[in-house]
């Protein structure tokens, strides 16, 4: 299984100039790299940018009509999007998105044939009381409720504890490790070993160049979803170099 490198520019850079300067040297320095990288920038700019596997970090559930702000997964898929972020902690905590919506959305987007990274992930306090495990699998069951055997294809899982976005406070190898099985066992549950096999379960919250590799290769980790650090174009280039 290829690695998936995925960057969320979040509501970064400033600039349409700015973001295709920031994508073009991107472009350029994962050239020969083994990995899947995929990009992830603010909806305005997704059409400026050509040449690199593009994804949304987020859509709507409804095909079209009147719901003013929002963007919907054909549109995306009519701009060749290849991926969308759903789920993101952001999300969740910013704009009140509930497992119940991240499905809708999850089934709409899949129904359009684009790839998803399904973002779960507990808090700290979650942690503290020792939920996470209970946590991680609600958010799975309900998220992949109506996904089929089939459609799991397409689906990323990506592990992001909540206390370690933006914070600097990476996770620790070992915990990552315990995680990415707990998932694991959680989709072959739902679905059979086969399919948990082959699901890409990402780490992502605080990634930098100097820890992302130990997550390839020592935590079981399928990829990595990098935040801050995709704003570098040299951090994000050593970072995929980092998971070969
Ligand atoms: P971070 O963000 O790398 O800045 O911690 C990760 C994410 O939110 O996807």
């Given at each position: 299984m290829k690695p998936l490198i995925a960057g969320n520019w979040k509501m970064n850079p400033n600039s349409a100039k700015e973001a295709k300067e920031l994508f073009d040297e991107i472009k350029k320095g994962i050239k020969t790299a083994k990995s899947e990288v995929v990009?992830?920038?603010?909806?305005?700019?997704?059409?400026?940018?050509?040449?690199?596997?593009?994804?949304?970090?987020?859509?709507?559930?409804?095909?079209?009509?009147?719901?003013?702000?929002?963007?919907?997964?054909?549109?995306?898929?009519?701009?060749?999007?290849?991926?969308?972020?759903?789920?993101?902690?952001?999300?969740?905590?910013?704009?009140?998105?509930?497992?119940?919506?991240?499905?809708?959305?999850?089934?709409?987007?899949?129904?359009?044939?684009?790839?998803?990274?399904?973002?779960?992930?507990?808090?700290?306090?979650?942690?503290?009381?020792?939920?996470?495990?209970?946590?991680?699998?609600?958010?799975?069951?309900?998220?992949?409720?109506?996904?089929?055997?089939?459609?799991?294809?397409?689906?990323?899982?990506?592990?992001?504890?909540?206390?370690?976005?933006?914070?600097?406070?990476?996770?620790?190898?070992?915990?990552?490790?315990?995680?990415?099985?707990f998932i694991r066992k959680t989709i072959s549950d739902l679905y059979n070993r086969e399919i948990a096999d082959n699901t890409r379960i990402l780490y992502g919250g605080s990634v930098k160049k100097d820890n992302s590799g130990s997550y390839i290769k020592d935590a079981g980790a399928n990829g990595l979803l990098v935040g801050g650090a995709s704003l570098n174009a040299d951090d994000f280039v050593e970072i995929v170099k980092s998971a070969e």
């Open positions: 990009v992830c920038p603010p909806f305005v700019y997704l059409s400026q940018l050509n040449g690199l596997s593009l994804g949304a970090q987020n859509d709507f559930y409804e095909e079209k009509g009147a719901y003013t702000g929002e963007i919907s997964a054909s549109m995306l898929k009519d701009l060749d999007i290849d991926y969308v972020i759903l789920g993101h902690s952001e999300r969740r905590k910013y704009f009140n998105e509930t497992d119940e919506q991240i499905n809708k959305k999850i089934k709409k987007s899949l129904g359009q044939g684009l790839k998803i990274i399904f973002c779960i992930g507990e808090t700290a306090e979650e942690r503290d009381a020792q939920k996470k495990s209970e946590v991680l699998e609600k958010q799975i069951k309900e998220g992949l409720k109506g996904v089929t055997r089939e459609e799991m294809k397409s689906i990323n899982i990506a592990y992001e504890p909540v206390w370690a976005i933006g914070t600097g406070n990476n996770c620790s190898v070992d915990e990552t490790m315990s995680s990415v099985l």
